[in-house]
Nanobody, 111 residues
Framework: QVELVESGGGLVQDGGSLRLSCQASGRIGSLVPVTWYRQGPGKQREFVASIRSGRDPRYAESVEGRFTISRDNAKRTVTLQMNSLKPEDTGIYYC?????WGQGTQVTVSS
């Protein structure tokens, strides 16, 4: 059974950057997407970005051009580079592989 552990969250100012990582404990298939979601205060969980292979990233419109998702299957890691962060990016960020969720990492962007 694969387990996912997110890391890299924290507190940054408006316009700052963070780099989130999702580490899988076991082998992950390159054809199965790994997806980042987030849940802001009082909001529903929403799609952020996903990647199935190194050449197939997809992004929510709200983060397009600011966030970059990448994947290293050998290291079993999916990374979300977040630049030009905004207060509305605040929330708990989760990664998901197949039907497996990580525990989440908190991102807080102060204005």
């Amino acid at each position: 059974q694969v387990e996912l552990v997110e890391s890299g969250g924290g507190l940054v100012q408006d316009g700052g950057s963070l780099r989130l990582s999702c580490q899988a404990s076991g082998r992950i298939g390159s054809l199965v997407p790994v997806t980042w979601y987030r849940q802001g205060p009082g909001k529903q969980r929403e799609f952020v970005a996903s990647i199935r292979s190194g050449r197939d990233p997809r992004y929510a419109e709200s983060v397009e051009g600011r966030f970059t998702i990448s994947r290293d299957n050998a290291k079993r890691t999916v990374t979300l580079q977040m630049n030009s962060l905004k207060p509305e990016d605040t929330g708990i960020y989760y990664c998901k592989y197949d039907d497996i969720w990580g525990q989440g990492t908190q991102v807080t962007v102060s204005s």
